[in-house]
């Protein structure tokens, strides 16, 4: 079949295979999130603390929503990248196919419930009644972008199952430097505040589902005949199995985070300002956590097809070896650099502005020494979904939820505030050890990954 713009990665050093998929997705996360820190520095700078606030209270909102949409359509890159492996054409196209319906069904559904579930959400999460009006503001025109969003993660979830990094990052690229000079053009030009960087978000994403979508088209695989534009019905159950629950282990962790993030916005705007400011570099830092998640992913589920459960752990063990290195890099940034960061976003003249530059510093030290646990659970989190596994990942989230709400609830009356920093830990902890024996116990039994 021709494979053009594609990678098998059934064949091949291992490690040198992930880390040559991962660096682009790597490259193409940071520009992602590059924009998201941008968007925070420009809202930080221009419109002031509060705005900056606003994102803070958004951002697990934002997680809940986007996290399922990408859960979903990592579905159906699982059971394409098994068929690419398998080298069976006719079911990818299929495959494709179904993972397009099901990303249309889901635009529509996902469109209509984040507008109605805005406003209770916020109330929920009881924020300040200083930013409530600019986190709705925020979020209502983010939810209108969720056809694009579904849109772009579908086409890129194609690719990468495809083991095509390279279309994804360029793809990221378009977009970030897009919705940076869309937010120069808003924020800073044109004066529309919050608003502003919300709809250069949405445009940026169109930019980059264009660019995935073009590129999709020029690969022969995926081009589809009348034979393949039909549903199966097998296929498409296929999808939702593994793409449900994936969608719905991202709806429990934000559930922990929702917990969390009512209880930060309970400290008041200084904390919440401070630990909104972290978090933007927090996530900036745990992009390549990401990336090799998504590699590991598709390594295994290629070579899941391919039956070759050696190459699965060979592969398994390069990756926990690369994420090692890697969070401990990211460990030193975070301590070293943190403050100088974080200076950025909170401008000096804000009042109490060395109070929410040491919330966030404090709450950095802490990330920084369980960071190479965060790495790990992506990882062997990714591993055991390429096999095609849903369901144990999906449990381990249950648990990092109560490690964060205890934690949310109860340590921090111990400890008082930062309690909710080491609630991060200690879920990470959590999730390794229950992934790391069930991992195990499937490598132990090789029928398990056929």
Known sequence: MNTSGTKDMTTGNPARLLLAFSMPLMLGNLFQQFYTFADALIVGQYVGADALAALGASEWLTFIMFGVISGITQGCCVVTARFFGEK???????????????????????????????????RLLRTPAEVYGLTEIYLRILYLGVPVTFLYNTAAAILRALGNSQKPLRAMVIASLGNIAFDVLFVVKLDIGIAG??????????LASAYCIAAIRK????????????????ILWEQIKIGIPMGAQNIITAAGGLVVQATVNGFG????????AANKLYVLLETAASSYGHGILTYTAQNK?????????????????????TALV??????????GILGLFIRETEAAAGEM?????????????????????YIIRACIQGMGDPVIPMLSSFIQVIMRIMCALFLTRGIGNVG???????????ADLFLAIALVSKLRRPRALL
């Open 330 to 339: 990211m460990s030193g940034v975070m301590v070293l650099a943190g403050r």
């Open 88 to 122: 069976k054409t006719e079911y990818l196209k299929k495959a494709v196919y179904a993972g397009c319906c099901i990303g249309a069904a889901g635009a529509v559904i996902f469109t209509a419930a984040g507008q109605v579930l805005v406003g209770p959400g916020l």
């Open 420 to 430: 909710v920093f080491w609630g991060e830990v200690l879920a990470w902890t959590g």
């Open 219 to 234: 690969i022969e695989i995926c081009r589809m005949d009348k034979e393949s534009s039909v549903i199966d019905r097998g």
């Open 305 to 325: 097809g391919l039956g070759s459960y050696k190459r699965i752990k060979s592969g398994l063990v390069s990756a926990l070896l690369i994420g090692t290195v």
């Open 269 to 276: 705007f200084v904390f919440l300002t401070g630990y909104a």
């Open 357 to 377: 530059l040491k919330v966030g510093c404090s709450y950095l030290g802490v990330l920084a020494l369980g960071f190479p646990l965060l790495y790990g659970l």
């Open 197 to 206: 960087a919300a709809w250069g978000t949405v445009l940026a994403q169109i």
